[in-house]
């Protein structure tokens, strides 16, 4: 708030439009899954996302902050069901409830820790930081996953599969 001078209220619209652009995106994504390889978009929702940290890292004003957590939640949007998936993919269906269990795990963990090791960063560094840090753990990931054959569907999924 004191680096771009705004309110309380100006500034909880970096996590509002989070939401709505990544609620947004999460049924949308049903549809792109059916037309695009799990891997292409894999590797597009990580781009995006790696985009997105880039312009909230250098975000001279308040404006470019917010678009770039727009970019962010976009592919935040698509990563979530796509890594359901994925999962639904690569493992076999008695392997199934462990996959999806740990990735519960995985996903539940971050809301618990995010918000006190958020705060101790930004009650220690600079808030970019925040965006800075998160670039080398993107750009990891597409590296990752580039090397291994793991996300191997080169084929769009079968809208049978994309159902609950």
Do not use: E
Not at 44 to 51: E, H, Q, S, T
Not at 86 to 106: D, K, S
Not at 132 to 146: D, E, K, Q, R
């Amino acid at each position: 708030m004191a680096d771009f001078d705004i309110t309380a209220n100006a500034a909880q619209w970096v996590t509002t439009l989070f939401m709505l652009v990544n609620g947004i995106m999460i049924p949308a994504t049903a549809f792109l899954i059916q037309k695009f390889s799990t891997r292409t978009m894999f590797f597009a929702a990580m781009g995006i996302f790696a985009l997105g940290t880039l312009i909230c890292a250098v975000a001279p004003v308040y404006a470019v902050l917010l678009v770039g957590r727009v970019v962010q939640a976009a592919s935040g949007g698509m990563i979530m069901p796509l890594m359901q998936t994925i999962l639904f993919a690569i493992f076999p269906i008695h392997r199934r409830g462990t996959a999806m269990g740990t990735f519960g795990l995985v996903i539940s963990f971050a809301p618990a820790i995010g918000p006190t090791l958020s705060g101790f960063i930004v009650d220690h560094w600079s808030w970019r930081v925040l965006f800075v840090m998160m670039s080398p753990i993107t750009l990891g990931a597409l590296v990752f996953a580039h090397l291994t054959r793991a996300m191997s569907p080169s084929r769009p999924i079968p809208a049978s599969m994309c159902s609950p």
